[in-house]
């Protein structure tokens, strides 16, 4: 119901046409405008149905047969229906191993599953993301036009009163048409995030209504841990484990374990005639015992088989602790990024800061002739550089923020204290 209603409201609230979108509402258009994550689905689906096989359940089969003849010299004739059913099932104290294996399908389905949708998720913040800090670039680089535009003006008001140069006033100038091409780029690159982002929701994007995150502190680096050994990355190499251990019971098994099997079947039939009408059934139960002596000999392909299943348990014990360990560095290696990304924003802020008020006083000195024009541009720039330096880095601390929420499989509240 909650799933519907969400359809509903937004259809509602989002119009086919170009609009505003929250990273929700991105993710949610995405994963209604993926096959990848439609045919995700339907194999969990798929999977999910091997499990609810009833392997006990009999056979059943119906049949019904009639034939005709006659004499017209004798006037005489005969009909026969001839309807029958059969009925069989089996039983093997082998068939324990099925649902056992059946269920380890479906949580490695479930596993692929999840880690499709993540993929999805990632791919879709990303492009989010990137149209958010695109649209903030040409937001800077609009105030930096207009910044430039009236430098220009005011260039030429001084150049009219005998106080700017030729040259100044060509340097104003310049400065005004890169920042024109500088705009033009970033309006490009604008579009180019936004139809990225189109391509993965299916709807066409104005713009979006999320702010990057400010940092945050971060809880511990051992809660991290403990948060991703309930990943399906952590399970899928458990499951490992266990499929390769239960290939080595049902091997096992086989080869030394006395085995019995029970099957049964009845067939009815019945015949009615002109002449004569019958009912008879056929029944038949059959239980069979066997030994396998084949794994008794040294050497033998039994034996060897099971050696083999024995090393593969070993191999997949260690290709857990080896992925586990992996899976704990990536962890510790994003935990270390996000702090130095937080670091690093704290360090540009006070540099804006120290270059803002550096250009308050160039400022002041140009217009009392103390400096050059080229001077006042190139704290300009400084200031210009130091603010899209900082959104840079708040898009790169947002996007890890997601990657490791993504890569515990968790929201991004939880990562915070």
Known sequence: MKHLFLIFALACTIPLAAQELSLSEALFLAEENSSTAKNATLELEKQYNETQVNTYLPSLNLSVGGSASGSIMDASYSASISPSIGLSFSLSNADKYSNEQSDLLYQAAQNTYTSTMNTLASQVTSAYWNVVAAGYALEIQELDLKNKEQSLQSMKEKYEGGLATTLAVSQAELSLSNSRLSLQQKTQALASAQQSLAKLTGVTVDGTSDEL?????????????????????IESLGLSVQSAELSYAQSKHASFSPSMSLSASTDFSGTLSTMTSQLKDNTSVSVSFSLPLDSYFPSSQAQITLENLEKSIEIANNTQQSGIEDFLSSIESAYTALEQAEATLQYLEEYKAVAENNLQLTQSAWEAGEVSYAALEEIESAVSNASLAILQQQVSYTLALYDLSHLLETDIETLFL
Request: avoid cysteine.
């Open 213 to 233: 995150i400010t940092p945050q502190e971060l809880v511990s680096l051992d809660t991290l841990d403990n948060l991703a050994m309930g990943t399906t990355s």
